[in-house]
């Protein structure tokens, strides 16, 4: 699933490639993609101009000329590209937005897990999952006050704690096993169990590699691609994550990979101890 580096690479991309664009016609080949009626869905963007994208957490927002945002969650597998009209549309491209400029911004989604929920805008909140998103992991808003009292109060591993949209916006199993390792804690560690400092540690972690993995244009382990059909760069940058059975850059010991919460997680033996 695409985490929150690799949506923040999508939205600069799609700000460069379509902003002011207007919508001239929409075609749905998936109708469950759309959280909407679908009719109405095109007769709301229909001859609206995308005025910008912004970002929350994973999900995209689409800020149109009319007053309407629409969230965009790409789950799994979506992404978006832009062609030239008329351009063959691949078996699993299930919305195609048609552009008053002879382009087309197109939604492919091997799954067909991702989801599109038009709403007023500001009320984006009303969508489920932004509902109850927590703080972005930037200085600002991931304060240590915030996130100390947030592990004090809690039991649960810190793994799927970082996980937790509810928590900290836009972590996903990438991310949380590279901040763990390069803060030297194990997966598994329950969050009330860490100490002050590091609590501290991993807060500094957190903003560090998020903020370098967008600069890298995210990472790319399976299918993500850039709004310009182009592979991030962060996944030459990976510390722990996809490397076990290599040898941890620190001190040599064998990276492993275990299951935690139902996620594979790659940690180091010896400095990550539980």
């Known amino acids: 699933m ?22 001239a016609d929409i075609d749905v080949y998936w109708p469950k993609i ?32 009319n007053g309407l ?9 979506g992404k978006y590209n832009v062609v030239p009209r008329g351009e063959a549309r691949d078996k699993h491209t299930h919305v195609v937005f048609h552009l008053t400029d002879d382009r087309d911004l197109l ?5 067909k897990f991702g989801r599109m929920t038009l709403v007023p805008t500001g009320e984006e909140l009303s969508v489920a999952g932004l509902r109850t998103i927590g703080p972005e992991p930037v200085a600002d808003q991931l304060t240590l006050a915030y996130l100390t009292a947030t592990f004090e ?33 194990h997966p598994m560690r ?3 169990s860490l100490t002050a400092d590091e609590i501290a540690t991993l807060r500094d972690n957190i903003i560090t590699e998020m903020a370098l993995a967008i600069k890298g244009h995210g990472t790319t382990v399976h299918s993500f691609s ?35 919460a139902q996620r594979g997680t790659h940690f180091c033996p010896l400095e990550q101890r539980l």
């Open 69 to 77: 945002t629409m969230v965009s969650h790409l789950r799994m597998e």
């Open 226 to 260: 850039t709004a310009f059909g182009e592979a991030g760069q962060f996944q030459n940058h990976l510390h722990v994550y996809g490397r076990e059975g290599q040898p941890c850059e620190r001190c040599g010991t064998m990276i492993e990979k275990i299951k935690v």
């Open 2 to 23: 695409p985490e929150l580096p690799e949506v923040e690479t999508v939205r600069r991309g799609l700000n460069r490639l379509v902003r002011g664009a207007t919508i």
């Open 34 to 65: 759309i959280n909407n009626d679908v009719a109405l869905f095109k007769e709301r963007l229909i001859n609206q101009t995308i005025q910008t994208i912004d970002r929350r957490g994973k999900y995209l927002l689409f800020r149109f000329s």
């Open 190 to 192: 329950p969050a009330n």
């Open 153 to 185: 109060h809690s039991k649960k591993m810190i793994k799927p704690l970082l996980l937790d949209q509810s928590k900290i916006a836009g972590i996903g199993n990438i991310y949380a096993d590279e901040t763990l390792w390069m803060s030297k804690i």
């Open 107 to 111: 939604y492919n989604d091997t799954r």
